[in-house]
């Protein structure tokens, strides 16, 4: 059975970043596309990228150059980096194994407050 | 990016009703829809994909419909357990973009 599960502070300073891990179960990160999406308070569900079975990268533009993902295929986990991140960056994020049909699985999200 | 509008904000219904929730894309999407179900304090679960094929495990009381840039989700026989948020989501051109989600509570 496929898991993931996000781990990573649950506060973050303004300007600073924000660093999460999504580490997979059950299934390789050479297969398929793994990416991380945040819903806000309100509901707002936000796309934010994947890195790809080959390790390619894709961004959601919205983000311009402040994210960044990564991988570790030996632990089977992937990274999420948020540069100079803000207040309104405050968000439950999520990590999910995507493909052309949607977003199968997900891991629990986990919550990230950006404040001083 | 292709902007999703979804239909009602918030919904309540008796048990036993059926209810559907509209989404409308900005542009031709091409059946690559699909819905997402999120129970409270819980991760969204895939319960349909490519528009109207049933994710497996997903109860047959949902199904999807739609085309171009006009789709929908209906819930046969309302039950408790289906008291959730509901999000589309168009996987047809990057960045995947959301609805802004449904609501769905009893009456």
């Known amino acids: 059975e496929v898991q993931l599960q996000e781990s990573g502070p649950g506060l973050v300073k303004p300007s600073q970043s924000l660093s999460l891990t999504c580490s997979v179960t059950?299934?390789?990160?050479?297969?398929?596309?793994w990416g991380w999406i945040r819903k806000f308070p309100g509901n707002k569900m936000e796309w934010m990228g994947y890195?790809?079975?080959?390790?390619?990268?894709s961004y959601n533009p919205s983000l311009k150059s402040r994210i960044s993902i990564t991988r570790d295929t030996s632990k089977n986990q992937f990274f999420l980096q948020l540069n100079s991140v803000t207040t309104e960056d405050t968000a439950t994020y999520y990590c999910?194994?995507?493909?052309?049909?949607?977003?199968?699985?997900w891991g629990q999200g986990t919550l990230v407050t950006v404040s001083s | 990016d292709i902007q999703m509008t979804q239909s009602p904000a918030s919904l309540s219904a008796s048990l036993g009703e059926t209810v559907t929730i509209e989404c409308l894309a900005s542009?031709?999407?091409?059946?690559?829809l699909a819905w997402y179900q999120q129970k409270p304090g819980k991760s969204p679960q895939l319960l349909i994909y490519?528009?109207?094929s049933l994710n497996d495990g997903v109860p047959s009381r949902f199904s999807g419909s739609g085309s171009g840039t006009q789709y929908s989700l209906k819930i046969n026989s309302l039950q408790s357990e289906d008291v959730s948020i509901y999000f589309c989501?168009?996987?047809?051109?990057?960045?995947?973009?959301f609805g802004g989600g449904t609501k769905l509570e009893l009456k």
């Open positions: 989501q168009q996987n047809y051109d990057s960045p995947p973009t």
């Open positions: 059950g299934y390789s990160i050479t297969s398929n596309y």
């Open positions: 490519y528009a109207n």
């Open positions: 999910a194994r995507g493909s052309t049909i949607g977003f199968a699985y």
């Open positions: 890195i790809s079975y080959s390790g390619s990268t």
């Open positions: 542009e031709d999407i091409y059946s690559n």
